[in-house]
């Protein structure tokens, strides 16, 4: 709808990302993948609706997340995780609060370990979560930077983020290996000292 995605030819889209990526890089411009594992299957928009936004088809060996794999070959500098729900994956979570999508199948069996970038934690498919769990939820899914697109829910995200760090220790090392994750490719962009 809004004339933005390479096509609904997974093998072939796998190709123009990597050829897309390689282009950008020699251009000196760092590229992310999104919305992985692939919008292709959901009739509605995760920004605008709660609505249409589930996925019945994509598998965890199907080609969609497939060209998102052959992708990484690449070497993208993140990969942004979608807000639609893939109920043959994860029935109870969207992609980017999934263990099964973040950590399992991209962090694990791809073995992926650069940044993952959630699409806009303010927007209409998460609304009924509280503002204060969304941050929490990324990371425990394996993601490290949330994007946010109202300015309202950054105070409550990093709320809710440091007050399960407090009290709980292995989240609070989730959090420090995602900062580690950041801060490498902050570096490797020349972002950083």
Do not use: W
Not at 72 to 99: E, G, K, N, W
Not at 114 to 132: F, K, N, R, Y
């Amino acid at each position: 709808a809004l004339d933005r995605d390479f096509g609904l030819d997974a093998s072939g889209n796998a190709s123009h990302a990597e050829a897309f990526i390689a282009g950008m890089r020699d251009a000196g411009v760092q590229s992310v993948i999104k919305h992985y594992p692939g919008l292709g299957s959901v009739t509605g928009n995760t920004d605008f609706t709660t609505q249409g936004i589930e996925d019945d088809t994509t598998t965890l060996d199907g080609p969609q997340i497939n060209a998102f794999i052959t992708a990484l070959d690449a070497h993208p500098a993140m990969v942004m995780a979608s807000l639609a729900t893939y109920t043959a994956i994860d029935r109870s979570q969207p992609a980017a609060f999934s263990d099964a999508l973040i950590n399992s199948r991209l962090r694990g069996q791809a073995g992926y370990h650069g940044v993952v970038i959630s699409d806009s934690l303010s927007a209409t498919a998460l609304q009924g979560i509280p503002v204060d769990q969304l941050g929490v939820r990324l990371v425990e899914a394996g993601g490290d930077l949330a994007c946010i697109s109202a300015i309202g829910d950054v105070d409550p995200v990093l709320d809710g983020l440091n007050d399960k760090a407090s009290h709980d220790a292995a989240f609070a090392a989730q959090v420090t290996q995602s900062a580690i994750r950041v801060l490498a490719l902050k570096y490797q962009m020349g972002l950083a000292r």
